[in-house]
């Protein structure tokens, strides 16, 4: 929700609808505390893929696609609920608190 | 050309009922109650009978009702639904939605006093409920004008510049369940041609491409209806609505005088109906059908040389301020007269923004008080405006000293 190019009430739409699409409401700066994954700890179970509710979990696929190689959070979009290090069988996600 | 109309004995809740049937909303979901039953009991009978081609959909409670309504408005149809009281007020919060995600829907209300203890004799307590929610709101006198006002609403409503929903009054049982003579277009067409055989959607732009504000499966870029808009953008939404609101009194003027080609009847010019107002010392503000008896009375005044006048206000939403402001500069006497509770304010609605309307004059008038009268069906007969007039003159004359606040037909 950057300021950048905040239109006025005669430059948008009527009727409240959007005229961009939603993953450009960036809803990441909600976030209190921020899911740190630790690598070392992360068997790419896919457990937080699976339950994040805001698919805020990047994985990224060997070149084969046949395995995950690296789970990365997408903090544009993560809202820091938890879940994910709630779900992680191998306690590798840590939830920091967000100083900003 | 005025066009050709027949005569038929309909009470209020029948003639908008007649109305839906010559315009033919393309949705009408509805739920009964008490005095709006009639309503929708006629117009599914007109369904039922395949003598129109709407789409009828029955459902559980008001709130379901106007929130099909949402739905078959979005999607681009013409949409209406009737309620009253406490249903009214179970669409409480489905109306501010219509509004905001302008959606030009029709409301009928049989106007009704709200529980408790139950009632369900008129007062226009309910509609008073719902006047920030964002809608038009018109206050018809008659049978008649609910029939008229009906069919105009739509063409209100519907309006490109405008886009906003539309709730027409009548007084529970005084007009909603009281015959008389009606006349009603004889060819359909003819009102069809008056508010356009579909409803008009508008186009808006959307990431470069031209769409239809609606949720039209072929638009090139889908619309979203009722997303969220934060802090960064609800006020600037809220500022649109604004906006649209300012543009009203304008299309009511309007579509008063067209309608009036049509059918030969007009009413003031679609927001007040002035009555000996021009010449008068005394103005009785009021809406509703009390407007009928009050004038009855104060032509026997005139008779005797009391310069007594009655305004009628029509359109309550939009308040027109502008319209009062002319019109009652200069008066000796103003009384307003309110069928709504008012608990624990100065008093009632139409009296305070007449008020707050009056009070930017630089003539303004030199006593206005207010009247709450006829709450839950009380009676409000000729015996009783006649007592009003009285005390009024011995304001006028300073004979009586002027008052904020008092009730009418209350035993005390």
Not at chain 2, 278 to 286: E, G, K, L, R, S
Request: charged residues 25%.
């Amino acid at each position: 929700m950057s300021g950048a190019e905040l239109r006025k009430w005669n430059e948008v739409p009527i009727a409240g609808v959007p005229w961009k699409f939603s993953t450009e409401y960036k809803t990441g700066d909600w976030r209190s505390e921020r899911p740190v994954i630790d690598h070392g700890k992360c068997t790419k179970c896919l457990f937080c893929y699976i339950y994040c509710p805001e698919m805020a979990i990047k994985v990224h696929w060997t070149s084969d696609g046949s395995k995950p190689e690296k789970v990365e959070v997408d903090y544009n979009f993560c809202k820091g609920c938890g879940i994910c290090a709630n779900v992680c069988p191998m306690k590798a996600i840590n939830m920091e608190l967000e100083r900003r | 050309m005025v066009a050709e109309q027949v005569e038929m004995l309909l009470n209020g809740d029948f003639a908008v009922a007649w109305a839906w049937k010559h315009v033919e909303p393309d949705v009408v979901a509805a739920f009964p109650i008490t005095p709006q039953t009639l309503i929708v009991e006629k117009f599914s009978e007109f369904v039922a009978n395949g003598e129109v081609r709407t789409q009828f959909v029955s459902v559980e409670s008001e709130h379901s009702a106007i929130s099909a309504m949402v739905g078959a408005a979005a999607a681009g149809a013409r949409a209406a639904t009737a309620t009253a009281a406490n249903g009214l007020q179970l669409m409480h919060e489905i109306l501010y939605i219509v509004s905001s995600m302008r959606l030009p829907v029709m409301l009928g209300v049989a106007n009704r006093a709200v529980s408790g203890p139950i009632n369900i004799h008129c007062d226009h307590t309910d509609a008073m409920g719902q006047r920030d929610a964002g809608w038009i709101m018109i206050f018809t006198e008659d049978a008649q004008e609910a029939y008229d006002t009906t069919i105009q609403a739509f063409k209100i409503a519907e309006n490109p510049e405008i886009l906003l929903p539309i709730m027409v009054n009548l007084d529970g049982f005084l007009i909603s369940h009281t015959a008389m003579n009606v006349k009603v277009f004889k060819d359909p067409k003819v009102v069809k041609d008056f508010v356009g055989e579909t409803r008009p959607v508008p186009k808006i732009k959307l990431m470069g491409e031209e769409v239809e504000l609606s949720l039209n499966p072929r638009n090139p870029i889908p619309v979203t209806f009722g997303p969220f808009a934060y802090y960064d953008y609800y006020f600037e939404f809220k500022r649109q609505q604004i906006e649209a609101m300012k543009k009203v009194p304008d299309v009511v003027e309007r579509v008063n005088d067209e309608y009036y080609e049509i059918s030969g009847r007009k009413y003031g010019n679609g927001r007040v109906v002035p009555w000996n107002v021009d010449d008068a010392d005394i103005v009785a503000v009021v809406m509703g059908s009390a407007a009928g008896t009050m004038r009855y009375v104060a032509r026997k005044y005139r008779e005797r040389g009391v310069k007594i006048g009655i305004l009628r206000v029509r359109m309550f939403r939009p308040f027109p301020w502008r319209d009062l402001q002319e019109l009652l500069r200069g008066k000796e006497v103003v009384a307003v007269f309110d069928r709504t509770q008012d608990q624990g304010v100065m008093g009632g609605p139409l009296f305070l923004e007449t008020l707050a309307a009056l009070y930017y004059l630089d003539d303004r008038p030199r006593n206005v008080v207010n009247y709450v009268f006829g709450l839950g069906g009380r009676d409000f007969p000729p015996e009783l405006v006649e007592k009003v007039f009285d005390e009024l003159i011995r304001i006028k004359d300073g004979k009586e000293k002027p008052f904020v606040k008092k009730y009418v037909g209350v035993r005390e």
